[in-house]
């Protein structure tokens, strides 16, 4: 299982830590998505900016195998 995090919200007029957050978790620009695996510290940074940001859980990828 993987983590599509989305933001949503601009970080404008939030504080420095939550705009930290959300450039650490991949995303820049509003609508942009980042997919990460699901650990402690990714749940944690998504639960500390909740309110900017959408989660949804993925299935894994499947990887492309050469069939040669």
Avoid: C, W
């Avoid at 980042?34 to 944690?44: D, I, K, M, T």
């Amino acid at each position: 299982m993987m983590l599509r995090v989305t933001l949503k919200k601009s970080v404008i007029g939030y504080n420095k830590r939550q705009r930290a957050t959300v450039l650490a978790l991949g995303l820049n620009k509003v609508g942009s998505s980042y997919l990460h695996a699901p650990s402690e510290s990714v749940l944690g940074m998504v639960r500390s900016i909740g309110h900017l940001v959408e989660v949804e859980e993925m299935p894994e990828p499947v990887e492309a195998r050469d069939e040669a």
